[in-house]
């Protein structure tokens, strides 16, 4: 694979977001001829994680997947709740580290904040 794969999808934060961000997700790793199992399952924990700790009323979150040329998979979840950065890992952060290479967190800007995590070669 040579090029740069990206898929931007904007959410509304409600409690159905997470399994819809999943399906969309799986179609599109579908559609590039990828492997979407544990992609999606992280995708699935950090955008539970966005709407339940991350919610913001009246706004949305970002879920941005990406793959680079080395098959590198990148999920980025924004959400408008930079106060709060995600903890040590429990309960979904546990699945998204035994599934991720390796996964944080950055801030900014203000409000936002950034988990993602990294899959793959």
Not at 63 to 90: A, K
Request: aromatic letters at 6%; one cysteine or more; a neutral charge.
């Amino acid at each position: 694979m040579n090029a740069h794969l990206h898929c931007t999808l904007q959410l509304s934060a409600n409690p159905r977001a997470a399994r819809l961000a999943r399906l969309l997700v799986v179609e599109q790793l579908r559609s590039w001829g990828l492997p979407f199992e544990d992609v999606a399952q992280v995708v699935a924990e950090l955008c539970a994680n966005a709407v339940t700790h991350g919610r913001f009323p009246g706004r949305d979150f970002r879920l941005e997947l990406s793959v680079t040329g080395e098959g590198l998979v990148r999920v980025e979840v924004h959400d408008c709740r930079g106060d709060e950065p995600p903890g040590e890992p429990r309960y979904g952060l546990a699945i998204v580290d035994a599934l991720s290479n390796r996964w944080g967190s950055s801030q900014g800007p203000v409000p936002r904040k950034s988990v993602w995590a990294e899959l793959g070669s």
